[in-house]
């Protein structure tokens, strides 16, 4: 079993929709978990952390469930510009990377 | 300027020929990274490094090497390349230590092995 799982999508929403990301993660001892955002033929860059207590940066909230081994992206009111590929990122002594969710915004 | 640079951009080279990859990072970070990426299999680490002379093995670094000869840069050999070889490369750095340091990638290198 892969140490990170995501849905590949494709998720296909219209602008203002709201669309959510899972992941879940096998080792129970990973320490800090990420959100990475990956453009088309670009390098990933960190979108956000994601606490235990969850948290929330403008139109993204994302959330952790230790327990259940699981993490959520929330994106509100989505934008065109939210078109891309979002990467779940699990630390457990290094970082792990879910193979990715990609996401189209449509007008 | 990029924090992050890579050389080349893009290549394309022959079965068995030796191709190095360079990586240069100006932000001042101990710990620098080397990850392929292929369609449906995401990200992978080659091998990493935490300081200069510093060198481990990540998950897939077998037909790899690298040489970390200074702070800011971290190189990866292909001593004779084979077609499964090719990927989009990432080189990663990180400041030192703490469980929630971002990881800054390079602009990738796209290397084709004929």
């Known amino acids: 079993r892969k140490e990170v799982e995501q849905d590949p999508g494709p998720f296909n929403v219209p602008e203002g929709a709201t669309v959510a990301f899972n992941c879940t993660y096998s080792?129970?001892?990973?320490?800090?978990f990420f959100w990475y955002r990956q453009d088309c033929r670009k390098e990933p860059k960190l979108l956000m952390s994601?606490?235990?207590s969850g948290n929330e940066d403008g139109r993204f909230t994302a959330q952790l469930n230790r327990a259940s081994q699981y993490i959520s992206l929330l994106i509100r009111d989505s934008k065109l510009s939210d078109s891309a590929t979002y990467l779940c990122?699990?630390?457990?002594?290094?970082?792990?990377f879910g193979k990715g969710t990609s996401l189209l915004v449509t007008p | 300027d990029a924090d992050v640079t890579q050389t080349p951009r893009n290549r394309i080279t022959k079965t068995g020929k030796r191709i190095m990859l360079e990586c240069s990072q100006t932000k001042g970070h101990d710990r620098m990274y080397w990850y392929r990426q292929d369609p449906g299999l995401g990200l992978r680490l080659i091998y990493y490094s935490f300081d200069v002379k510093d060198i481990n093995k990540g998950e897939i670094s077998d037909g790899y090497s690298v040489s970390r000869q200074a702070q800011a840069k971290f190189s990866l050999s292909l001593e004779s390349a084979i077609p499964n070889q090719t990927a989009l490369y990432f080189c990663a750095t990180a400041a030192e230590a703490g469980v929630r340091n971002e990881q800054f990638f390079g602009p990738g290198t796209r290397l084709t092995v004929l």
């Open positions: 990122v699990v630390n457990s002594g290094a970082l792990n």
């Open positions: 080792n129970s001892a990973s320490q800090s």
């Open positions: 994601v606490y235990s």
